[in-house]
């Protein structure tokens, strides 16, 4: 899932972007993403993740087991542990304590672009 977070409104000219992005608001943030779906709030954080990463621990058909678990991983005890694996871009958007975490895997196959 691709995706675009700003504080300020993301309005304006969006026709030059190559999807028709949907607009959220998370946490006070404005969050494009280039589909409908909207990641869901996990103890009071979003996770919004390109590209995928797993918890070896979790069984593979346990979405939400797997969702938590990274979220907790990146927040709690990161770099992450042994038993945890993937390709990535991600960004857990705290609600609750007002923090953004933006993290990605060594290799950087799924970029991650921040400006200030």
Not at 59 to 66: F, P, S, T, V
Not at 69 to 97: H, R
Request: charge should be negative; charged fraction near 20%.
């Amino acid at each position: 899932m691709k995706f675009i977070i700003s504080n300020k409104e993301l309005s304006g000219n969006l026709k030059d972007l190559p999807l028709e992005p949907v607009a959220h608001e998370i946490g006070g943030l404005q969050v494009l993403f280039e589909e409908e779906s909207v990641p869901e709030i996990i103890g009071g954080s979003f996770l919004l993740n390109d590209g995928y990463l797993r918890d070896l621990n979790k069984e593979a058909d346990d979405l939400k087991g797997q969702r938590s678990s990274v979220l907790k991983g990146i927040q709690e005890s990161w770099p992450l542990t042994e038993n945890f694996t993937g390709s990535f871009s991600a960004v857990v958007i705290d609600t609750v304590g007002q923090k953004i975490s933006l993290c990605t895997d060594q290799v950087g196959l799924y970029p991650l672009y921040y400006l200030i």
